[in-house]
């Protein structure tokens, strides 16, 4: 009983340092949270078990977001790969929610390296992996459509970019009883208006950003409620 208090102690643990490296990322503290993430990495072996790959292949995918937000491409995609390879061993072939996160990762790098061949291969990885785990009416589903839209955007296809992002809208306000004015679809409409910007209807585009701002004023309007 004491060693197991101690490994679920070590565990706990763990996790804390590693929730502590997320946040300072998020307050933009690239390299301390580097630190803190790769010190994770070298105490996984002594904390884990192999029924535990899963926190491994997040220490490498968290590092590998930070690469990305630090333009380190190559390196980030060095660790993006790193979490596929564990996150296949465990899941093979199965259609795994898990496989999804690495290929939509793996995608977002290869589109900021311009390769957009290979990041529309790797999104509709994702697409059948969480169309297969989750069906196609799942908000998940969508944010994949989302991401195969910015592809095709960049690319200047603006119409298949207003397809798929509208789909991804139809998805969206389903999952929550049809209302197109859930906080939830003011990403969405945020991506709409810039598509429609650059097509040049700035009339569109601004009517957009203007239901973004009010879902985003609202949404911290409820949450301040809630607080």
Known sequence: HIALHRQHGSKASWDRTFVFGIVLFHMDQCEAALGIFFKSLESYGSVFHTDDELCLAQCYTSIGHVYEHQGRL??????????????????????????????????????AQGLFSKARELYSKALDVRTQSLGDT??????????????HSTQGHYDEA???????????????????????CAIIYLELGSVFESQGNTKKALALYKKT???????????????
């Open 213 to 227: 701002l009010g879902l985003f004023a609202l949404g911290s309007m409820e949450k301040a409620r809630v607080i």
């Open 162 to 184: 207003l397809r798929l992002l509208q789909r991804d809208l139809s998805i969206t306000t389903a999952a929550h009883a049809g209302n197109e004015m859930h906080e939830e």
């Open 74 to 111: 190559k390196a980030a995609m060095a660790m993006h790969q790193k979490a596929l390879s564990v996150r296949l061993k465990r899941f093979g072939g199965a259609h795994h929610q898990e496989l999804a996160v690495s290929y939509l990762d793996i995608g977002r790098t290869f589109l």
């Open 138 to 151: 799942n908000p998940l589903v969508g944010e994949v459509y989302r991401a195969l839209s910015k592809v």
